[in-house]
């Protein structure tokens, strides 16, 4: 067969001119390749409608058992607090006397439950719907929906209302009512009534979907007098909770389907008219539906890829077997010779390119047979040894009863022709030849040099580390010294100012009655320094000694910390008008004493630089997963200003300012630092500061 009736023809050509028994194998290959796309196309189809299918379902009811065990949870809590006599006695007593230590009583036994399941409020609600008690005050309770639910139910056993817009915010939420029973006449006296908000514990929860799917969503339902309400905001389309409203008759969209009772897979449109894969699951206790879904679109987006590869798979396939068809016909017309002449001319110029490269690298190489008799030498060893194998150069065979292996690189010392000494590290090798003995040698390299060098700079280095242990610990040692100075300086300034302050009140107390009015002003003025210098002080003591102090790390609660220190200043200033915002619920584990006095020194700050002459607006809230944020209406500063104000002593001259030195900013600086945070400031000149915590 010649190639020109090879090359001729289409490729069809080169299959018909097989012969018979080839071309059928030709063929049963083709089509059972055809059988396995298909089946792998379909499987594939399957495999991944099954999976989406278990994961919407495994995601549906996460969903769901995490609603009802934050459900079960509180109803457990909820009958403790029924059960318990000792809040049942404080309502009852603050009922007949409503006095403070009595109402103080209250509140020391709701407070841990309200901190610990984070609620907006918790208050107690007499039966003519009269609040006895409110914790926060930040979300009263909706006394007219609490009377309402307590009509239609068993009002002797704790209950959650339905979720609805809560007053005075119009907040998605729900109350938790649990009545306390008179034992006497087996009738609720009073009712314990906790406020949560659904952003707090509810929406969170549904908005996030375990996957990385953009459609993934999770919707929560309840059916209410011949319409499907959702519950929950909206992820694919931009709608508030409670803004949308489906007619449960509606026969195709799978919020009807499953408001209507269905469970379990749905397949079908959603509220925006989109094909989607669902799973509909029921929490009884609440009367709601969670339903879970994906764009059907989404979740076979992976499978057009597969059908792409299945297409290109088969394209390949039938090219592969025309390209066989032409190999095997292509075989049989090249004759022996050709194959022969080509091997032939690979393996001298792979011989020449092997020899250019031996002669010219730097490494010694030297190949030995039978009798250490040298076989291949390159340049660089017959410059060294010549021609011959050097006496003090190991047996490669000798090394292992196998043959040199090359992990078993190592040093001599040896003597070359020349009769110079040198340090070799020496690297065995073996040959395999197929019907012949092996070839054993060595590829060695001269590290003289190198090793000198190497024992010049491990004593550089060590001279070095030396110098360097040195001047480390005489800035050690200079630190500590000027630690202990000016911790000296601190505690010995704070004794005389504690004098100072002491006895100018003292002498205020005596003389108040019977000095004028001028030296009534300088005692004042006396008493004014030696209170800032004695906070001044403090600080000092408390900045050298920061770095040291070990920190102590629990929860703290900034919102209640917050309000203390807000309280304890409003307080100290009557004369002023004052507006708080204190977001509920800013927690994160520190340390609790060093965290306070880092919160205390900006909120200071803030109502510090704050016009006397309108109202102080102060908000604190939260940025981010965990920043804090302290926002004042203050007199503001300049961009210079911000950089000067976290340095220690920091002088304000300002006529905006009240005169004086600072440290309370570079304090709160290192605290924050200490926790793996940071402190920044946003202000403008007259609109106000922001102070920014960012863990």
């Known amino acids: 067969m010649s190639d020109e009736n090879i090359s001729g023809g289409s490729p069809f050509s080169h299959i018909r001119k097989l012969r018979p028994h080839e071309r059928a194998m030709f063929a049963g290959i083709f089509f059972v390749l055809v059988i396995v796309l298909g089946a792998v196309g379909y499987f594939s189809w399957q495999s991944i409608l099954r999976d989406k299918k278990l994961y919407t379902e495994l995601a549906s009811r996460f969903k769901a058992e995490q609603i009802a065990s934050w459900y079960n949870n509180h109803m457990v809590e909820a009958a403790e ?23 103080k009583r209250i509140e020391n036994y709701l407070t841990p439950i309200l901190r610990s399941f984070n609620y907006a409020d918790s208050a107690v609600m007499t039966p003519d719907r009269k609040i ?14 609490i009377q309402k639910e307590l009509a239609a139910r068993n009002n002797s056993e704790p209950f959650m209302t339905s979720l609805h817009l809560v007053p005075p915010y119009s907040k998605p939420g729900l109350h938790i009512v649990i009545p306390l029973i008179d034992k006497k ?81 749905l397949s079908g449109k959603d509220y925006r008219g989109k094909r989607v894969l669902a799973v509909a699951s029921r929490i009884p206790e609440l009367d709601w539906t ?32 025309v390209a066989g068809a032409y190999v095997l016909l292509s075989s049989r017309a090249i004759s022996t010779y050709r194959a022969r002449l080509d091997l032939l001319q690979r393996t001298e110029r792979n011989e020449a390119l092997l020899n250019a490269i031996l002669e010219r690298i730097d490494s010694l190489v030297v190949i030995t047979g039978k009798n250490l008799a040298v076989q291949f030498s390159n340049q660089a060893y017959q410059a060294r040894f010549g021609t011959e194998w050097p006496k003090d150069l190991p047996d490669p065979q000798q090394a292992t009863p196998e043959g040199p292996k090359p992990e078993q690189a190592r040093k001599i010392d040896i003597v070359d022709k020349n009769g110079n000494h040198a340090r070799l590290l020496i690297f065995p090798i073996k040959i395999e030849l197929r019907g012949q003995e092996p070839l054993l040698g060595y590829v060695m390299r001269d590290i003289t040099e190198l090793e000198s060098a190497l024992d010049v700079v491990q004593q550089l280095n060590q001279e070095l580390s030396q110098k360097v242990q040195e001047q480390t610990q005489r800035i050690i040692d200079a630190d500590e010294e000027l630690r ?102 800013l927690k994160m584990q520190c340390d609790r004493k060093l965290m306070n006095i880092a919160l205390r020194n900006v909120i200071d700050n803030a109502f510090k630089y704050c016009s006397d002459n309108t109202v102080t607006a102060i908000e604190i809230g939260k940025i981010g997963q965990s920043g804090i944020f302290v926002k004042d209406n203050g007199i503001g500063m300049m961009p210079d200003e911000i950089k000067k104000i976290f340095t220690p002593f920091s002088e304000r001259k300002d006529d905006r300012y009240k005169p004086g030195f600072s440290v309370g900013l570079a304090v709160t600086k290192k605290i924050i630092e200490r926790h793996g945070g940071r402190i920044e400031i946003e202000s403008e000149l007259g609109n106000g500061t922001t102070v920014y915590f960012k863990f």
């Open 484 to 585: 202990a100075i000016a911790a000296t300086i601190s505690h010995n300034l704070a004794a005389p100012v504690r004098s100072i302050e002491s006895f100018s009140e003292l002498l205020y107390q005596e003389i108040s009655e019977r000095s004028s009015a001028e030296a009534m002003d300088y005692l004042m003025r006396i008493r004014r320094a030696s209170a800032s210098m004695a906070s001044l002080t403090s600080d000092l003591i408390t900045f050298l000694s920061l770095d040291t102090v070990p920190l102590s790390l629990s929860e703290f609660d900034f919102s209640l910390a917050a309000q203390e220190i807000t309280s304890d200043i409003i307080r100290r200033n009557p004369g002023r008008r004052y507006q708080i915002t204190i977001m509920p619920g």
């Open 81 to 103: 607090i029924s059960a318990s006599s000792v809040i049942f006695d404080a309502v009852a007593d603050a009922i007949v006397d409503p006095g403070s230590p009595k109402l």
């Open 132 to 145: 006895l008690v409110s914790l926060t005050g930040f979300a009263q309770p909706d006394c007219d929906m």
């Open 290 to 321: 969670v339903l879970s879904k994906i764009d059907i679109s989404e979740a076979f987006s992976g499978w057009f890829l597969t059908l792409v590869i299945l297409i290109l798979f088969g394209i390949i396939a039938f090219v592969a077997l």
């Open 185 to 265: 006449t087996q009738k609720p006296a009073a009712y314990v009534v906790h406020t949560v908000f659904s952003d707090d514990f509810l929406y969170p929860m549904l908005a996030q979907w375990p996957g990385n799917e953009h459609t993934g969503e999770t919707l929560l339902l309840k059916r209410t007098d011949g319409m499907i309400q959702v519950l929950n905001p909206l992820k694919l389309v931009r709608i508030s909770a409670f803004s949308l409203q489906i007619s449960a008759s509606d026969p195709d969209t799978v919020e009807a389907r499953a408001g209507r009772g269905e469970t379990g897979f």
